[in-house]
């Protein structure tokens, strides 16, 4: 009778770990991949789709972002005349990196590059990582694309002023395609999204400067004004912070569990306005 109860008791195992076999998703690469190149066009579509989510905090944001750029639209002139005045100074190092860098070839090429690492190394964490360098890149890459035509902003190389427009094109037209800047959206999407696997602010601070230098050298060598570049890295900030959060239910490594969520904070005295951003 023992005997019995022990053969019972081993059928029974055998019949649940066949079950669990049979319902286990299959951990291969082709599984891995196709998943993550789900969970990339999701990204893209949960950063579009977030302006019609937005509650109080989040316009509030928008209204900063969009208040802070007309701000500096009034002084890009002369902002434009000093960065001028300096910038023959700054070593041809540094500008063929902020050219290159932030084109959309080398972006996919990192971008890419983390991803495939993650992918064949079986690392989740930076499979994730890829998947949001990508997400992001696209977001911001096609929305960027899609605003310059609409926009038509004419470049500072072009002669004209900031205030000179020739919207509405299907088709890219060359000097008038100033707003926004893609080559600082999508360096400092990839600067941002990386940072957030550091805890240390100082190495926070030097991946973040690294950056900025794309934004920067377009500004210096009349690509782009200061207001365009400014919009497109805060912008580029909103959409990383919005596709992780996204990725947050997609992936068991959470690398950012303690970072605060972008804040705003406006501060108004005595000939003095300030704001504030903490991320």
Do not use: C
Not at 8 to 16: I, K, N, Q, R, W
């Amino acid at each position: 009778m023992r005997s019995l109860k022990v053969l019972f008791l081993f059928f029974t195992l055998a019949s649940v770990s066949a079950q669990d076999l049979q319902t286990a998703k299959p951990e291969n690469l082709w599984h891995n991949f196709t998943y993550d190149m789900g969970n990339v066009f999701g990204g893209v579509g949960y950063a579009y789709s977030r302006p019609f989510h937005w509650q109080g905090n989040d316009w509030a944001n928008a209204g900063l972002l969009t208040g802070g750029t007309l701000l500096l639209f009034v002084v890009d002139d002369e902002i434009n005349d000093w960065t001028n005045g300096f910038s023959e100074d700054v070593p041809d190092l540094i500008k063929d990196y902020g050219h290159e860098y932030g084109s959309p070839e080398n972006n996919y090429m990192l971008t890419g590059g983390v991803y495939l690492a993650g992918l064949f190394t079986k690392n989740e964490k930076l499979r994730r990582t890829g998947v949001l360098l990508i997400s992001s890149a696209t977001a911001g890459g096609f929305l960027q694309q899609v605003s310059k035509r609409i926009i038509g902003r004419a470049r500072p190389k072009s002669g004209d002023s900031s205030g000179t427009f020739d919207p509405l094109h299907l088709n890219r037209v060359y000097n008038y395609d100033s707003f926004p800047s893609g080559h600082a959206m999508l360096a400092f999407s990839n600067a941002y999204a990386i940072a957030k696997q550091f805890k240390s602010p100082w190495v926070k601070a030097g991946i973040y400067t690294v950056g900025l230098i794309p934004g920067f050298v377009r500004i210096v060598d009349d690509f782009h004004w200061f207001s365009d570049v400014a919009f497109s890295t805060v912008l580029s900030i909103f959409i990383v912070e919005s596709i992780d959060r996204y990725l947050d239910a997609k992936y068991d490594e959470k690398y950012n569990q303690d970072t605060k969520k972008l804040s705003w904070n406006l501060s108004f005295g005595p000939q003095t306005l300030g704001v504030a951003i903490r991320f």
